[in-house]
Structure formats: C-alpha cells, structure tokens
C-alpha cells in the first residue's frame, strides 16, 4: 500500500515557540491531506483539510491562525503550531488520501512545556 | 452531528480467545464504516471496511459486519494472536470514500500469550 511519514515522531518545545510538522507522501501524489489531533482517551479530531495549491479549510473551533498548514506540493503538507501552550500538546496524525483510502502517517507526539 | 462510540478499553485477552469490540455509529445518509488498526510506533492502517448495509468486512481473520438497523459494525476474530495486540479505531466516512472520517476513541487490545 501507499506510505505516509510524518516526522518527527516526537517533538518536545518550550512554551511560546513554533513548531513544525511534515507530513510527506512517499510513493504516491496526494492532492488532499487531512490532520487529525488525538487527546488522551479520546477520538481523534479532524483539524483541517489540506488541499495542494490552496488554502486549508479548518473545522470549527480550529484556530487557523494558531495551526498554520501549507501544502506547496503534491507530497508535502505541513502543520505548524504556533506559539505553543501546554494545552497544545497532543498526538497529532496526517493523513493522504490515494484512491478511494486514506494512508496515515505514523503520527506526532508533541509536549510543550 | 455525526459520531462513533466504542467500546472502551482497555481489553486483555489470552491467546485463541474470541475478540470482540464493539462500535455503534450516528449518521445522516449512508455513511462507509472502517476499522483501523495502529500497531506500536506505526501510523493507523486501514483494517477492513463496508460501504453499505449487509456488507462484511474481512481481513487476517477479522470480520466486521455494516448493521444499518442496530447502527452497529462491531469487529470480530475466532482466535486472536499475541501479534494482535494494537490500538483499534472505528470511524466512519459520512460522504464514503476516503474523505474527511469521523473516528471512535479506539480500543487497547493486548494479548497474553
């Protein structure tokens, strides 16, 4: 099946930085990718659609300007979260969609500190 | 909105036992239903799925059936392996296909050998 990476896997930052995450279609070109955050014992949350060439479209109560995602090509999206709080670590996932299914990557353990 | 509930874990077995975790969904129209599977430091990995009422799933001796008048997809196995044990998501795509899914809060499984 089509690969996902996302990296890192594991991310540690000091509260009031920025953080990126890559989200990378290896084997395949992937014009929507999707980013998912996952609480303890919870389900994980859509957060946004990432589309090539355009603009992300956020779910509500997403703060676009907080999770800054751009997806300049056709295997490569990214989630930058912005000035970072305690209340944004979380285990965030990628996702691209190939065909009629959607490959994941291995996801993010983020912790802010 | 649309929603799936699953059964909480976490759930401890012993080798060849039957498996059984159960996943209840709410949606408008006709949703495709999935299980996912994320095994230790891996992504999320499509399992199985049915994308209309009656349909079983099946793969690596798992079953899942789509049960439109109980709103129900609950997975199955005859006998689990150790190699089993992984984190099960439930979710469901309100338009099918591969868009944007809609997940259960997943379920620990861990097998004793």
């Known amino acids: 099946g089509a690969v996902v ?12 930085t920025s953080v990126k995450i890559e989200c990378r279609s290896l084997d395949f070109q992937a014009t929507t990718m999707f980013w998912y955050r996952q609480f303890p014992k919870q389900s994980l949350m859509l957060m946004a659609t990432s589309n090539e060439g355009s603009k992300a479209t956020y779910e509500q109560g ?11 090509s056709l295997t490569l999206s990214t989630l930058t979260v912005t000035s ?9 996932i990628c996702s691209a969609k190939a065909n009629t299914e959607a490959f994941f990557g291995q996801g993010t353990r983020l912790t802010v500190v | 909105g649309d929603s799936v509930t699953q ?21 408008t ?37 789509y049960r439109k008048e109980t709103t129900s997809f609950h997975l199955e196995k005859g006998s689990v392996q150790v190699s ?13 296909g591969a868009q944007k899914l809609v997940f259960g809060q997943g379920t620990r499984l861990t097998i004793n050998p």
């Open chain 1, 62 to 72: 997403v703060e676009k300007d907080k999770f800054l995602i751009n997806h300049a």
């Open chain 2, 7 to 27: 059964m909480e874990g976490p759930v401890t077995l012993s080798e060849e036992a039957f498996l059984t975790i159960n996943c209840t969904y709410t949606a």
């Open chain 1, 5 to 16: 990476s996302q990296h890192p896997s594991r991310v540690i930052c000091k509260s009031g």
């Open chain 1, 84 to 92: 970072a709080h305690p209340e944004d670590s979380s285990f965030y």
């Open chain 2, 29 to 65: 129209g006709y949703p495709s239903l999935f299980w996912y599977v994320q095994y230790p430091g891996e992504g999320l990995q499509l399992l199985l799925k049915a994308t209309k009422a009656d349909d079983k799933g099946s793969n690596k001796g798992f079953e899942a059936t």
């Open chain 2, 84 to 96: 089993d044990s992984a984190v099960y998501f439930c979710a469901l795509s309100p338009s099918g």
